[in-house]
């Protein structure tokens, strides 16, 4: 199982239960998710443009 560390960012893989406040089990659903473009991706004017008008 995945184990993430909430303060850190730390993530690590064990076969084993880990105990404390800042690990959290990790999603495997998550990297999928970031592959997502977001919504506004691409949507409207190109922000380095933005105030040349």
């Known amino acids: 199982m995945k184990y993430k560390n909430t303060k850190t ?3 690590i893989e064990t076969s084993t239960r880990v ?3 800042n690990w959290k ?3 495997d659903e998550e990297p ?3 592959k ?3 919504k506004n991706q691409g949507a409207g004017k190109d ?3 933005e105030g040349t008008e």
């Open 9 to 11: 960012g730390a993530i």
């Open 19 to 21: 105990s404390g406040e």
């Open 25 to 27: 089990p990790e999603i």
């Open 32 to 34: 999928e998710k970031k």
């Open 36 to 38: 997502t473009p977001s």
């Open 47 to 49: 922000k380095s443009q």
